[in-house]
């Protein structure tokens, strides 16, 4: 759970850390730039377009397979609750 939502805040992230860092180096060798609105809708724009991009990649590359597999859902059996399955075809009950 902590690794998906780091896969996905690191990305909208990253663009404002960047850019703080280039402010910084900026500020120490003499120059005045700032934080402005042009420059923080720009960074969001650009956090948000590679948070796309990963939730894109996740969708396509995790999973479980779809084809040959069958769904079990919970049910009770014997008084117990038993949870849901994801079966190969050949193997549902």
Do not use: C
């Amino acid at each position: 759970m902590i690794r998906s939502i780091l896969f996905h805040l690191i990305p909208l992230l990253l663009p404002f850390v960047v850019y703080a860092v280039y402010l910084y180096f900026n500020a120490r060798a003499g120059g005045d730039k700032k934080w402005g609105k042009v420059s923080l809708a720009v960074t969001t724009m650009i956090g948000l377009l590679l948070m796309a991009v990963s939730l894109i990649t996740l969708g396509l590359v995790s999973g479980s397979p779809r084809e040959g597999t069958v769904y079990v859902p919970p049910r009770f059996e014997d008084g117990r609750l038993i949870d849901s399955q994801i079966l190969p075809a050949e193997e549902q009950e």
